[in-house]
């Protein structure tokens, strides 16, 4: 895999496009070439790119507005803005926003590569590419990232942190749901109380109703429910009940939940006022797909907690890090934490530095392990598993018995009760 400086070209004339990328491949860089700046953020995340090169003036596109978006997602991106008109207030207000230059056409050659020219300094090159030894991260271990995306997340967090109002948390498997649950705990009010957890995919109902009604009873101050979208109808209801009684009390509840409960609850399968005593503060864990800019921190965060574990020096060169964060991330920050761990372990040699081909070996050692991580690692009790298992069972031989109740339970030696029972049990929707 090439290892030189990727460059992505933003224009709406073809002929500039096919100009610069020739002339920038035959000096050795990678290119990319865009004609529409309404898709340079999305393509911006795939890439992360070492320098942008953007026109000002394209149709239906503002690029002065586009490289403030590109600044605020992404900061350290390297953006130098091209314009057919020579215009100085224009090139400086280009530079306050954050443009590292800025290029006139018609596009002078030894111009634009004088101007790119630091792309091949080493010492310069964006410090998450590689050198990640001295990269800010925040100051709770465990909670990383610098992307707009992650500090707005944690801006939100402090912003609610002490209110006594519910917070509901949504993200996706792998995304650190839990990991923010602790960091409002630890940097709020209630961090002299002990965090109360209670996961509704492994606990059984009698153990939640218990815990719930222990909870309003005590002093104990906060409670987190993980999964509370798997929450059984009675204890819906035994915890709406509390929270009806207790709305002056210094309790603080917070839930997440992998499904968008309003879905739910339009499809009668969540209780709609608990919902609604639940959603005053919502807010959302973002996949790691959406953050890789945060990848580089997150790769060097675990390569040191895993080298110290396993008395290794491993670490990611260049194009390693460039395929980490052009991945395909289905397990989130869990997925990159166990590769990485996976990695650390297989590496036979203590001081190895992992390239793309290295990378690539792993990855592919490692597909069908995540493919099965991916498939069970959604569920927290062999219960949760089982039960999934019987409902797409059931669902099955329903649909292929045309719905009829008698002749599925004939096939499942069951009588009609019992399955009717097993139906309403495992929340199964069926056709009338």
Excluded at 262 to 273: E, S
Aim: glycine share 4%.
């Amino acid at each position: 895999m090439n290892n030189s400086p990727l460059i992505l070209v933003i224009d709406d004339e073809q002929p500039i496009l096919k100009s610069l990328s020739d002339i920038l491949s035959d000096e050795g860089y990678q290119v990319e070439t865009l004609n529409d700046g309404n898709k340079s953020i999305d393509l911006i995340g795939k890439l992360i790119p070492d320098l942008v090169l953007l026109d000002i003036f394209m149709p239906n596109c503002n690029g002065i507005k586009t490289l403030e978006q590109i600044k605020k997602e992404y900061p350290n991106i390297n953006v130098i803005m091209i314009s057919g008109f020579g215009n100085i207030s224009i090139a400086i207000e280009c530079l306050k926003k954050g443009a590292l230059d800025f290029i006139e056409k018609p596009l002078n050659l030894d111009e634009i590569l004088t101007k790119i020219k630091f792309l091949n300094n080493k010492k310069n090159i964006d410090q998450t590419n590689l050198n990640l030894e001295n990269s800010s991260i925040n100051t709770n271990p465990k909670i990383i990232g610098q992307s707009y995306l992650f500090l707005e997340l944690l801006q939100q967090i402090n912003q609610i942190k002490d209110l006594l109002y519910p917070l509901l948390i949504y993200g996706e498997h792998g995304t650190g749901k839990s990991l923010f649950v602790e960091y409002l705990h630890k940097n709020s009010i209630f961090k002299n109380a002990d965090l109360i957890t209670i996961n509704c995919s492994s606990f059984n109902n009698k153990e939640i109703t218990d815990i719930i009604n222990n909870f309003y009873l005590s002093d104990n101050s906060i409670l987190y429910i993980k999964h509370i979208n798997k929450l059984s109808p009675e204890n819906q209801n035994l915890l709406l009940k509390h929270l009806e009684q207790n709305k002056n009390s210094q309790k603080k509840l917070i839930a997440s939940s992998l499904e968008d409960l309003y879905f739910l609850v339009k499809n009668n399968l969540f209780n709609g006022a608990l919902f609604h005593l639940l959603n005053i503060t919502p807010i959302e864990v973002p996949s790691l797909n959406k953050r890789r800019y945060d990848i580089p921190l997150l790769c060097d965060y675990f390569l040191k907690e895993n080298n110290k574990t396993n008395n290794k020096s491993i670490i990611f060169d260049t194009k390693a890090i460039r395929i980490l964060r052009n991945h395909d991330w289905t397990g989130n920050v869990t997925e990159l934490k166990n590769l990485i761990l996976y990695i650390v372990k297989a590496t036979k040699e203590n001081d190895k530095i992992i390239d793309d081909l290295d990378l690539t070996k792993y990855i592919e050692e490692k597909k069908l392990d995540f493919i099965e991580e991916q498939t069970f690692t959604k569920f927290n009790s062999l219960k949760e598993a089982t039960n999934s298992f019987e409902k797409k069972y059931l669902f099955y031989l329903l649909k292929k018995n045309m719905y009829d109740i008698k002749q599925t339970a004939n096939i499942l030696n069951m009588s009609v009760i019992q399955l009717k029972e097993k139906i309403q049990k495992l929340n199964l929707v069926i056709k009338s």
